[in-house]
């Protein structure tokens, strides 16, 4: 069987360009790394917030649920860096019962905080810019970090893996933030703080999607 040699001025280029490369931690281990950021949402958030507005904030029992939410946004993640590598992509039952779980988790987590007397229709505006603002203000640069780790991947989905991203740094946030929340009535909750990571997923999409098409060219 004849074989087509290999030009000389290809084979040096190609000797040329290949460099030794760190392989990708453990989507789990690289979640684990994100740890000290959600600490930081969670003891910040609150400590920022009575500082400014001297708010009272829940009682040390409530902090166990929202170490739990934080638990629940680190499986998240490492769900998101996993679907960044070709080939470990979820499927989609597992799709399914990943989003159901937070969803359900987000729902149990904030259930347990104090609702206060009903709120004049200005007061409950107020309060709902007030979450919507402080969520999105301390988890924006949050979303960097874990916008590095995917963009070292190679997702094919790329929405996706950012929408994962974009939803595990969201409930870290909102970890921190049912700490200081006055109102837990259904309608602030879905709005305010559910609406508050909907846009986390949305721009978590958005970026990877962009730095995925820049990659491209």
Not at 14 to 31: E, G, Q, S
Not at 84 to 106: Q, Y
Not at 122 to 141: A, D, G, N, R
Not at 168 to 187: P, Q
Request: hydrophobic share 55%; aromatic share 8%; proline share 7%.
């Amino acid at each position: 069987m004849s074989q087509t040699p290999v030009p000389a001025a290809l084979l040096s280029v190609v000797k040329h360009d290949l460099n030794p490369i760190r392989p990708l931690a453990n989507p789990t281990f690289r979640a684990l790394a994100l740890l000290p950021i959600g600490l930081m949402l969670l003891a910040g958030m609150p400590a920022f917030w009575r500082w400014q507005a001297h708010v009272k904030v829940a009682p040390w029992t409530s902090w166990g649920l929202s170490a739990l939410e934080m638990g629940l946004s680190l499986i998240i993640l490492a769900a998101g860096f996993r679907e960044a590598v070709p080939g470990r992509e979820l499927s989609s039952r597992k799709l399914c019962a990943l989003i159901f779980v937070a969803c359900a988790g987000f729902m149990f987590f904030n259930s347990g905080t104090q609702i206060p007397a009903p709120a004049a229709a200005h007061v409950w505006m107020h309060w709902l810019w007030e979450c919507l603002y402080m969520t999105i203000s301390f988890s924006i640069p949050a979303l960097v970090a874990p916008a590095w780790l995917v963009a070292r991947a190679l997702p094919n989905r790329p929405a996706l893996t950012g929408a994962l991203c974009g939803l595990g740094v969201g409930l870290m946030a909102d970890a921190g933030l049912r700490l200081i929340c006055w109102d837990a009535g259904f309608a602030h909750l879905i709005v305010a703080h559910g609406g508050a990571i909907v846009l986390l997923v949305t721009l978590g999409a958005t970026c990877a999607t962009i730095v995925e098409r820049v990659k491209s060219r």
